[in-house]
Each structure stands twice: as C-alpha cells, then as structure tokens.
C-alpha cells in the first residue's frame, strides 16, 4: 500500500481545505516544488497533486505549479487532478511527465468520457470518486448528485482505469480518522484498485487501513496530517511495506 502525501493548489500556493471549503484553508507553503522535495526526501513513491481552483472553474489553473513540480522530479510518478474535463488538458499533463490523470466531475456527468480518456492515454487515467453519505459530489464538492459512489465505481470496471481515488467528504481535512467501512464498501464494489482519501490522520488509520489492503485497497492519501506532524511519511511508508 502507497503512502500518497497530497499537494492541494490554490492560487499558486499549497493549502489545505476542511471538508472541501474554498474559503476554509489553511497556506502550509508559497513553494509548492519545495514542498514536493520534502515528501520526495521523507521516501514517498508518488505524490497526489490537485488543481483547487481548476476544479471550481472546470480548467486547470495551476498547470504551471504541476507542470514545475514534474519537471523537478522526473523519475517520481505524479497523479493530478482538478478541471480536467478534456482529452487536450490530459494530453498536456501526460506531455509535461505527469504519470495519471483523475478524472471526477467529468466521470460523473459523462462517463462514456473515461472509456474515451482510457483509449487515448492507456494506464494513465485514474477516476476520482468524492462521496458524501455515498451519494457522488461534484464539481468541487459544490454538487451532491444522487448517483452512488458504487454504483458508479461499476459502470468503469471495463474501461481500463487504473484506479478509484475515493474520498469521503464528512472526513476530509477534519482529521477524525479514516472511513474504513465505506472504503471497504467501495473495493468489493468493483475489481478496480482502490486509493483511500479523506480523514487520514495517524497511524492507527494506516493501520487500520492495511490490515483491509487485500479487500483491494493500493494507497492512500493524506494531506493534513503530515502537515501538521500527527503522521510522518517515512514511517507511514515503513509501517505498510512490512510483511503481516
């Protein structure tokens, strides 16, 4: 299982949300691709970037930030996500070393898209599934569909997806620990490897999401909690690559 530290990108710098809230976020630094070189130097194996602002306004916005932290880390696989809502915006951060693409807003309000995304960019497209009491969430957040998140992580089992990206929403920057139940309840729903977001915030989380790992669960990303120390990386990291 992956540790993924997650780069939240709002107006060039990185900030953290609560639950979400554009106007809840707190700056944790003004240089982003310093901030990648120190999850990079704590031993992270990818980095989980998201263009806030590109996510409310449906294109992306900080692609300088993203196409700079890809080019200072080469070898490092990156997934991004936030406004990507066409072929030409995937082929652009595929083109600048981006590794994946998370397709959400988009996913959801047309799903023929991600057969199409996978076709064009095979192995670089991840969904990204937002849920609030697993009903789907759009459009950062701002929307609740009545779609379930299940039900939707089904409709791409055979669309080649690399993985689901599921947050749950009530959790998310709250620092109330992760929702394993619904995380769970997401990995049987679908053969597609699951990525845990939202709650993440020490290491009985990680934990208590390893011992799940084999449900179908590869990562899990957090944001908060090693911002503000109460789960350091490296040994996150360790805790999941030993055996048992």
């Known amino acids: 299982m992956l540790i993924i530290p997650a780069i939240d990108l709002k107006d060039?710098?990185?900030v953290r949300l609560?639950?979400?809230l554009m106007d809840d976020s707190t700056v944790f630094s003004d240089d982003p691709v310093a901030m990648a070189k120190r999850w990079v130097e704590a031993?992270?194996?990818r980095l989980h970037l998201v263009d806030l602002n590109g996510a409310f306004a449906g294109t992306p916005v900080n692609g300088e930030v993203v196409t700079a932290i890809a080019a200072a880390f080469p070898t490092l696989?990156?997934?991004i996500g936030g406004g990507i809502r066409d072929l030409e915006t995937i082929e652009h951060y595929i083109k600048a070393g981006v590794s994946y693409v998370i397709i959400g807003t988009k996913a959801v309000k047309e799903p023929a898209f991600v057969a199409e995304a996978c076709a064009a960019f095979p192995g670089k497209v991840i969904v990204g599934l937002d849920a609030k009491d697993g009903l789907v969430a759009t459009d950062g957040w701002a929307e609740v569909s009545t779609l379930k998140a299940t039900d939707l992580a089904k409709r791409f089992e055979s669309d080649g997806v690399s993985a689901i990206v599921?947050?749950?929403i009530a959790r998310d920057g709250m620092m109330?620990?992760?929702?394993?139940?619904a995380t769970v309840t997401m990995a049987r729903a679908s053969?597609?490897?699951?990525i845990a977001s939202g709650g993440i915030t020490n290491l009985d989380d990680i934990r208590a999401l390893k011992a799940v790992a084999a449900e179908g669960i590869c990562g899990a990303i957090t944001g908060r909690a090693i911002y503000e120390?109460?789960?350091?990386?490296?040994?996150a990291q360790q805790l999941c690559d030993k055996e048992g």
């Open 12 to 14: 060039g710098q990185c």
């Open 18 to 20: 609560r639950q979400g």
């Open 43 to 45: 031993g992270c194996r």
């Open 77 to 79: 696989p990156i997934q």
């Open 166 to 168: 599921y947050t749950d």
């Open 176 to 181: 109330q620990g992760v929702n394993v139940e």
């Open 191 to 194: 053969s597609i490897p699951i």
């Open 229 to 235: 120390g109460t789960l350091d990386v490296a040994e």
